[in-house]
């Protein structure tokens, strides 16, 4: 399957824990984005990733997320602390190239839910 | 700050009609725009684009119109299937590929 891979597809967690959510890109694909997605809302961007760097994250909160794409490994979206409210479907989405005219290809997403 | 609107969170449709799905957006400096398709339990699959300095792209039995002029775009599908039942998303986007997604609409194709 050469499609974005994110794993878990469920995580569940305690208010204060920590959530690790995982996306490793389409093969050759080297630009990853981050999109967090309320119920009945759409899907809002996060953050963009270049290999070990962090592009653009004016759409992550700025406690508690945090975001890395490390040269070797998958994409990590880390939330500390966990609160009911970051509860969502988290997806990754990834792209060959950074454009406008870029499709971005989309993973199956991370549901995260807060106990 | 919702700059992309889907104003229509469900739409049904019989089978063979064509489905239009509208979508309005606020900023005049997006580049593009595009609509993805998204099943339950499944990651949101692009369908089709359109640049800014086009008014229609045609793929199949999608088509987008853009009226830039309204702030506004749809999505036809003409003959409608069963298996277009699924939410779609539409999404504008700026040259530096931060996109924005509307709300989404439900889209029932009935047998």
């Known amino acids: 399957n050469a499609g974005v891979m994110q794993n878990p597809r469920h995580l569940v967690r305690r208010r204060g824990q920590e959530a690790r959510l995982r996306c490793s890109p389409m093969?050759?694909?080297?630009?990853v984005y981050w999109y967090r997605q309320l119920p009945e809302e759409g899907l809002k961007f996060m953050v963009y990733?270049?290999?070990?760097?962090?592009?653009?994250e004016s759409g992550m909160p700025k406690e508690r997320f945090s975001a890395e794409f490390p040269k070797e490994g998958p994409s990590i979206l880390r939330i500390q602390q966990v609160v009911r409210g970051d509860s969502a479907a988290y997806f990754c989405a990834s792209s060959q190239k950074h454009g406008a005219h870029q499709p971005q290809h989309f993973g199956d997403g991370t549901r995260l839910s807060i106990l | 700050d919702q700059q992309v609107k889907q104003n229509s969170p469900s739409l049904s449709v019989q089978e063979g009609r064509i489905s239009i799905l509208n979508c309005d957006y606020t900023n005049s400096m997006f580049d593009y725009f595009l609509w993805y398709k998204k099943y339950p339990a499944e990651g949101p699959t692009f369908l089709i684009s359109i640049s800014s300095i086009k008014d229609k792209n045609e793929d199949g039995r999608f088509t987008v119109f853009l009226n830039k002029s309204a702030k506004h775009l749809s999505l036809h599908i003409v003959p409608s299937q069963p298996g277009d039942s699924a939410v779609y998303f539409c999404?504008?986007?700026?040259?530096?590929?931060?996109?924005?997604f509307g709300a989404g609409t439900r889209l029932t194709v009935k047998p």
């Open positions: 990733l270049q290999k070990e760097n962090i592009i653009d």
């Open positions: 999404a504008a986007a700026y040259l530096n590929n931060d996109m924005r």
């Open positions: 093969k050759g694909h080297s630009h």
